[in-house]
């Protein structure tokens, strides 16, 4: 949704080097929706770095799913 548009004002003059290209970056797009995120978001990366970064990003109330978010947030 947010590719094909960026893509058509390029302007190719053939219709299949477009749609190569298309494929291409929603390939790209869902690789790193599939195998980059989930390891971002496994790493916990709060409690192993001390950057002010990391701290201004990922910044909450709880690290990590633990007996204080259940009582707090969980069912």
């Not at 893509?7 to 190719?12: M, V």
């Amino acid at each position: 949704m947010l590719v094909a548009p960026i893509i058509s004002l390029i302007g190719y003059h053939v219709h299949t080097n477009e749609t190569r290209v298309i494929s291409f970056t929603i390939f790209c797009c869902l690789c790193v929706d599939m195998i980059i995120l989930p390891l971002f978001i496994g790493m916990n990366i709060v409690e192993h770095t001390d950057t002010k970064l990391s701290k201004s990003l990922f910044k909450g109330k709880y690290t990590d799913f633990n007996g204080t978010w259940f009582a707090d947030v969980g069912f």
